[in-house]
């Protein structure tokens, strides 16, 4: 089982349900995807606040989809920073899910298109949605070509 988790936008923003998955103990490994966004907190923090071991996954490891074949044998979590479906990374994941059969469940959480209506802003006249990853050793954004 595939378990994709959302954690909201600050380190407190995971739910309930989310930290119950986690104490677990027929989890094997909690994934923390790290990097599509600067953390407003250091892994050590969550780690911490959570009371888990965490491996970071980076772009490359989660295209890879060695996450899914991982699922199709043990109880594995992908920790998101605010909520699961915004980036399609993490769509395309659940597709391959599907198309393997690999069970998977979604706990959504707090996204940044939640936190924008506080500043009067309303998302059915905020545009067109965009991710913007930060730049790692191996990949650069291709929109720096736009």
């Known amino acids: 089982m595939l378990y994709i988790i959302g954690l909201g ?3 407190n923003g995971i739910s309930l349900h ?8 027929k989890l094997k490994k909690v994934y923390l995807e790290c990097y599509t966004v600067e953390f407003p907190y ?3 923090e969550l780690e ?3 009371k888990i071991k965490v491996i970071e996954a980076d772009r490359e490891f989660i295209e890879s989809e060695k996450i899914i ?3 199709k044998e043990n109880d594995i979590v992908l920790l998101v ?3 699961p479906l915004s980036a399609t990374t993490h769509i395309s994941l659940i597709n391959s899910a599907k198309k393997q059969k690999v ?5 959504y ?3 940044i298109f939640d936190a924008v209506a506080e500043c009067g802003l309303s998302l059915y006249k905020f545009g067109k949605t965009t991710s913007l990853p930060h730049w790692q050793k191996n990949y650069r954004p291709t929109s720096e070509n736009n």
């Open 69 to 71: 074949n991982e699922a």
């Open 42 to 44: 250091s892994t050590k």
């Open 103 to 107: 069970k998977y469940k979604i706990l």
């Open 81 to 83: 920073y605010g909520s």
């Open 18 to 25: 989310g930290k119950k998955i986690l104490k677990s103990a």
């Open 9 to 11: 936008l600050d380190i």
């Open 48 to 50: 911490k606040e959570l």
């Open 109 to 111: 959480s707090g996204s």
